[in-house]
């Protein structure tokens, strides 16, 4: 069964990570990708045109309603729950979780609900447990779980945190994650 969707979570040491992570990520990439970096709710879009600079895929502040493309970059607005349905995003302004909102569970539970087992996520450096209890909702929902390994995270609690709560997939250096990820997209639909 082929993937959908990647949701990436990520908070403190998270730009860094993020370039990293886009760098090696080229079109024709076969799924959208949802990503949440806790940030200052008036940081505005100065985050998807930083994240462009580093990749060719299309990187877009996301907006209600947007449909989900594959091969397109989505980032969660600043002071906004990103939610994904099935081909199609919504924000929210409900509390936040984990102190965060943007909140990586949010994202990440509506990605488990949505697309279940099309489902892949991955947790990358951040100094809180946010992200936490939605990558074991999309291993339980029969998804790909993997996390940065922490000893290449700026800040290591939220993989470590991760990693404790759920019997991962892959803890790989964060080198590692985007060849790994065109890998497992690769074999899935050859």
Known sequence: MPFELVVVGTS???LSALRVLLESLVEPFPVAIAVVQHRHKESGNLMSRYMQQYTTLPVLEAEDKDELLPGHVYVAPADYHLLVERG???LSVDEPVCFARPSIDVLFESAADAYANRAIGVILTGANRDGTNGL???KA???VAIVQDPATAETGIMPQAAIAATAVDAVLP????APYLVNLLSRVRS
């Open 136 to 138: 074991a909702r999309i």
């Open 88 to 90: 199609y995003m919504t």
């Open 141 to 143: 929902c029969g998804g």
């Open 174 to 177: 964060l080198a590692e994650i």
């Open 12 to 14: 403190l040491g998270g």
